[in-house]
């Protein structure tokens, strides 16, 4: 008795087949022999069979099938029977091989087992037996994509495993013929297959047939190419180069050894690490090694090979071979064939074999055993450079390329070494070293910003020299104002200051250039109009205005090439400053301007609708910026608060760079949306400096579309800014301007938020009555208008004055006010807001409970709303709460993180104080040499910034120094302290 399923399904009893009834019951069937022994899911079986029902259907369909399954089972007599398990259904059978296709598996695994112990003639007998199951198309009742890939995953897992295990028996049982016979049939008629195509070369080694083997591995090279885009697997190419050393001989004795490589420059600077990391692959007796260096154009990848080369001459001592290869260079392209003719006319062949395969060969013979180093410098891929990798197995190799040749990293086991740019000290020794150090050393600043012109590539710092060796009289300083100031490449792009073209950044860059499909071209040039060289694959997608998957396409195309690099975080990008440059020359030169101008429109519109979009997460409570007419951009997809500031976070410099760049192409539109969508991230985040500028920017935008509105608000944004940095007369005339202009156009809202601010510049300047009136007026104006956030804004801030005016009962009963209102309209960012103001009153009242309730809850709720100023602000009081707790531990803690985060946003007074509370508490554990440093370092954050307390500081700091001068040194007796130290500096804290 046996079931198949390799063919028909079948149940054959006794020389006779039974009836197992319709397709469908057929098809079940086939389902539960193929899992045998697991269960089957109704949904697999569903999807299989009724692929368009739903589940009730196939429910109603399938339990008469498996009833009538069951009926066949019990009258076979075969003891088979169907359970049903939960929701699946499992075929019971006393043993496995009782079914076709697991007897096969079975014998095959045997087989298998036989030939690794070496017993052939065994496994050659199972295997047989094994391909013997295999009559017709397995699953033959099944049909679909599902049936389709079981029968893919039969054929490339199964079947043909235990074909190529009964061919490499009868191979080591000396089955040549047979072997070659079967083998040569199953690769002419299938797929190309590497491990077919080693029995096949292996076989025609055995029987003495070298050429037609090497004939065969090249016609197999290039099907496998067609078939797959790939080259063979390294075991493969061992194979072959194996037959061919047993047709090579060793080198004819007296030949002169080769001395081929140039002297690296003079100018060569640093790579220390990467000397050091060739050092080390590159190791004594490993003379088989292959490197493959690859970076951007003149980045120094010849000339770091050359260097490599110099220091290691005495290594090989039959001489080195070069040639450059004309990868990406001017001129025609090296072929694979012509390189490897080159190479045998280096080392002295008399003739030059007419095809690739006998001009390895020849290279092999005439090699033999030396110890060479051979450089292949600027290669364009894999394939121009295999062959003599397979000619040159005992030489050392250096391979310089543009391109990431990671077809010799997969295919060869070629180690691939990026070669980024120098580093900004090594670009000023190499500066120091051009310019002379006596000049370079007069302002070593504006030596290091004028290295950061070039960002590490040395062609550049070369040319960057030369224009400032050309002017000696003008100090480093204003050259580097007068380069700053050029768009694109500015000078490091000009031909006209140089007598060779080919020895300018713009040549150099052309030659990788060219070589990219015009699509890739274009999307290269286009990159250039995002405002900075770092980008997402959707601002890439915005600019090029064709589907992602072609973008991502281009993208990698130009990382492979060395003229994209990735950004630190997925889909993410980074061009280096001076490809940037040339994009820029390029887009301007080569695309329209209609074409650039479209381009620009999709991108600043996607900036648009995206920075929209994570505004209103932000902060739904505010009325959104107008939209633009006629944008239909899609933004980017947002899920909540924390995903909006992740991506203003990631878009930050764009966002802010787009603002000007928009402005200074005419979109006046976009460049006061731009700004008014990433002010209250931005305000969060405490980067200031950086809005200011787009604010300002915007200001512009706003006066040349004489929108009256868009101008009042973006003086209100510009006032809040300089609020922050504490320019308040600067900022109360940006909110008196604003307030004026809403007053005008009847932008009421607009006109009460500048009310609030100027009310806020009156409390910062001390004017706690003058702020308390103004702040009265405008709740009673929000609570008018019904403006529910301004009502809360108001109100928290009228506490803040109440507390100032040191009436704590007005100030509590105006923020739990506050926060009623700001919980009630989901406005977190306020609710974590008001909580830490509320926590800094009740500490302030000596209600220490209370006070760590709030800010924890507070601290619970920063992180989604992202205002990191605040955070800080919780972070300090926190730890001021538990020093006075007597919690030391948790103090500390809390101190050093709010000290990281102060530091970030630049908050140094309250940087200041969590140090110097930070310091009480190490001195409270006894820790006096950390709180010294503490106490130090708090001085020095807070001098400039808030004198008194500095004073305070600096005189627990010489506290410290006191007690610490009186601990006696070790073995000596104690002095008798009144007061222990902690005592004696903690009750002075305050």
Not at 73 to 84: E, N
Not at 743 to 750: C, Q
Request: hydrophobic share 40%.
């Amino acid at each position: 008795m046996e079931f198949k399923i390799i063919g028909k399904t079948r149940l054959h009893i006794d020389g006779n087949d039974c009836d197992l009834g319709p397709a469908k019951h057929r098809g079940v069937l086939t389902l539960l022999l193929y899992y045998f022994p697991r269960p089957v899911q109704v949904d697999t079986i569903a999807q299989v069979l009724w692929p368009d029902s739903a589940p009730e259907q196939v429910k109603r369909n399938l339990q008469p099938i498996v009833s009538r399954l069951r009926a066949i089972l019990a009258k076979s007599g075969t003891g088979a029977s169907i359970p049903k398990e939960g929701n699946a259904y499992r075929l019971v059978l006393r043993q496995a091989d009782l079914i076709d296709y697991h007897r096969f598996r079975k014998l095959a695994e045997m087989g298998r087992v036989a030939a690794s112990r070496g017993d052939h003639r065994e496994a050659k007998a199972l295997l047989r037996e094994a391909l013997s199951q295999w009559n017709g198309r397995p699953l033959e009742e099944l049909g679909g994509a599902w049936a389709d890939h079981c029968r893919d995953q039969m054929e490339t897992f199964d079947r043909m495993p235990a074909f190529y295990a009964l061919l490499d028996s009868q191979r080591q049982l000396g089955e040549h013929l047979e072997v070659m016979a079967e083998a040569g049939r199953l690769t002419a008629s299938q797929a190309p297959d590497e491990a077919f195509a080693g029995l096949y070369m292996r076989s025609l080694d055995a029987l003495g047939r070298y050429s037609t083997a090497l004939d065969f591995y090249a016609v197999f090279c290039q099907r496998l190419f067609e078939h797959v885009g790939a080259e063979p697997g390294p075991e493969l190419r061992d194979l072959y180069r194996s037959i061919l050393r047993k047709q090579e001989s060793t080198a004819l004795p007296g030949t002169t050894a080769p001395h081929q490589l140039p002297p690296p420059a003079r100018s060569f600077t640093g790579r220390d690490d990467l000397l050091a990391r060739l050092d080390a692959l590159l190791g004594d007796g490993d003379q088989g090694r292959v490197v493959a260096l690859h970076g951007m154009p003149s980045v120094g990848k010849s000339q770091l090979a050359l260097k490599w080369a110099a220091r290691h001459r005495d290594r090989f001592p039959d001489g080195n071979l070069y040639l450059e290869l004309r990868g990406a260079g001017p001129g025609t392209r090296v072929a694979p064939d012509d390189v490897l003719a080159f190479l045998l006319r280096s080392l002295g062949a008399e003739r030059i074999p007419a095809t690739g395969g006998e001009r390895q060969l020849e290279l092999r013979r005439l090699l033999g055993n030396r110890r060479m180093l051979v450089l292949l410098d600027d290669a364009h891929e894999s394939a121009q450079v295999r062959p003599v990798l397979a000619a040159t197995p005992q030489c050392l190799t250096i391979i310089t390329s543009r391109t990431r040749l990671m077809g010799l990293k997969v295919l060869d086991h070629v180690d691939l070494v990026p070669v980024p740019p120098l580093s900004t000290a090594e670009s000023i020794t190499l500066l120091r070293n051009e310019i002379g150090r006596e000049r370079a050393d007069v302002d070593p600043a504006a030596l290091r910003d004028l290295a950061g012109l070039v960002d590490g590539l040395p062609l550049g710092l070369r040319i960057i020299a030369q224009h400032v060796a050309n002017r000696p009289d003008t100090p480093i300083g204003e050259l580097v104002e007068d380069f700053k100031g050029q768009d694109g490449l500015g000078i490091l792009g000009s031909v006209h200051d140089s007598d060779d073209e080919s020895a300018t950044l713009p040549a150099a860059f052309s030659w990788s250039f060219r070589d990219l499909p015009a699509d890739t071209a274009r999307m290269f040039r286009l990159l250039a109009l995002n405002p900075t060289a770092e980008f997402g694959v959707d601002a890439a997608v915005a600019l090029l205005g064709e589907p992602y998957d072609a973008v991502s396409a281009h993208l990698s195309t130009l990382v492979r090439s060395n003229l994209l690099d990735y950004g630190a975080v997925p889909r993410r990008f980074r061009l280096h400053d001076t490809l940037y440059g040339y994009a820029l020359h390029l887009v301007r030169r080569d695309e329209p301007a209609q074409a650039r101008k479209h381009a620009m429109t999709r991108l600043l519109d996607w900036y648009l609708a995206s920075s929209g979009a994570a505004a209103h997460l932000l902060d739904p409570q505010t009325s959104p910026v107008p939209p633009l007419p006629g944008m239909s951009a899609e933004p980017v997809p947002l899920a909540d608060q924390s995903d909006a500031l992740r991506w203003l976070t990631r878009e930050r410099v764009n966002l802010v760079a787009a603002v000007p760049q928009a402005v200074r192409h005419g979109f006046h539109a976009h460049a006061w949306r731009l700004s008014a969508n990433f002010h209250e991230a931005y305000d969060r985040s405490g980067h200031y400096e950086d809005v200011l500028i787009s604010h300002r920017a915007a200001l512009k935008s706003c006066a040349a579309l004489g929108d009256l509105e868009a101008l009042s608000g973006t003086h209100s944004n510009v006032g809040m800014v300089l609020y922050r940095l504490c320019k308040y007369a600067e900022a109360e005339e940006h909110f008196k301007a604003g307030s004026d202009l809403a007053r005008a156009i009847g932008a009421h809202e607009i006109q009460l938020i500048c009310s609030h601010n100027l009310a806020g510049i009156r409390l910062a300047l001390g004017e706690v009555g003058a702020a308390i009136e103004l702040y009265r007026e405008t709740l009673d104006a929000t609570r008018e208008s019904g403006y529910r956030d301004g009502e809360a804004y108001a109100l928290n801030e009228l506490a803040n004055a109440y507390r100032k005016a040191e009436r704590d009962d007005l100030a509590l009963e105006h923020y739990y006010q506050a926060l009623a209102i700001r919980r009630s309209i989901g406005h977190v960012r306020g609710v974590a807001t008001t909580l830490t103001d509320v926590g800094r009153l009740h500490f302030e009242r000596g209600e220490h409970e209370e006070a760590l309730g709030r800010l924890h809850e507070a601290l619970a709720l920063h992180p989604i709303g992202g205002d990191r100023a605040r955070t800080a602000d919780a972070l300090v009081t926190l730890t001021e709460v538990e020093y006075d707790l007597g919690r030391f531990g948790e103090a500390i803690g809390h101190a050093e993180e709010a000290v990281s985060t102060c530091h970030v946003i630049g908050a140094r007074a309250g940087q200041g104080r969590a140090l110097h509370v930070w310091g009480h508490a190490l001195v409270a554990l006894g820790r006096l040499d950390e709180a010294e440093e503490r106490f130090r370092l708090a001085v020095g954050v807070l001098r400039g910034v808030q004198e008194v307390e500095a004073e305070v500081v600096t005189e627990h700091l010489a506290d410290v120094k006191t007690i610490r001068s009186a601990i006696p040194e070790p073995r000596s007796s104690a002095p008798d302290f009144t007061a222990t130290p902690a005592e004696e500096i903690t009750e002075r804290k305050n």
